[in-house]
């Protein structure tokens, strides 16, 4: 099992991040900050998606959820944000499928007449509903 320190990027190199962004980009957003922290929150081994977790902060939509990872979400363990459908993430399926599988996060395996599929997750028994028996009770902001 991963521990979260190992996870996270340090904040040096979240800074360093942010260095690189223009001025005016370089302070991270509020709502960046409460989506990554709901990535950060998901236990190993299971999934939340975009608009589960704009559900959960009552705020944006799948699409800023989205945005938000695709623009600072390698400091959290992204794989952990997930389409509603299960498919992997394009461009880094093999990472996630990788992340998964360490984790022990439910896959179904692609079909043998599927040449070349990946797998997807089992959203059924991958998705968190953010519950606290998973997480400590002050989790839910």
């Not at 960046?32 to 705020?59: K, Q, S």
């Not at 299960?86 to 093999?94: K, R, S």
């Not at 990472?95 to 990946?118: C, I, K, N, V």
Request: charged share 35%; no cysteine.
């Amino acid at each position: 099992m991963v521990r979260m320190s190992e996870e996270r990027r340090s904040k040096a190199e979240l800074r360093e991040h942010e260095a690189a962004l223009p001025e005016y980009e370089a302070e991270l957003p509020e709502y960046a900050e409460r989506v990554l922290d709901v990535a950060e929150r998901i236990p190993p081994g299971r999934v939340m998606t975009y608009g589960d977790i704009a559900e959960w902060l009552e705020e944006g939509g799948p699409r800023q959820v989205g945005r938000v990872m695709a623009l600072y979400g390698a400091a959290v363990p992204w794989w952990r944000v997930v389409r509603s459908d299960g498919v992997l993430l394009p461009g880094h399926e093999l990472r996630a499928l990788e992340a998964y599988r360490a984790e022990g996060t439910p896959l179904r395996e692609a079909g043998r007449t599927a040449e070349r599929s990946m797998p997807r997750l089992d959203m059924r028994r991958a998705r968190w509903d953010g519950g606290t028996a998973d997480v400590a009770p002050e989790a839910h902001t």
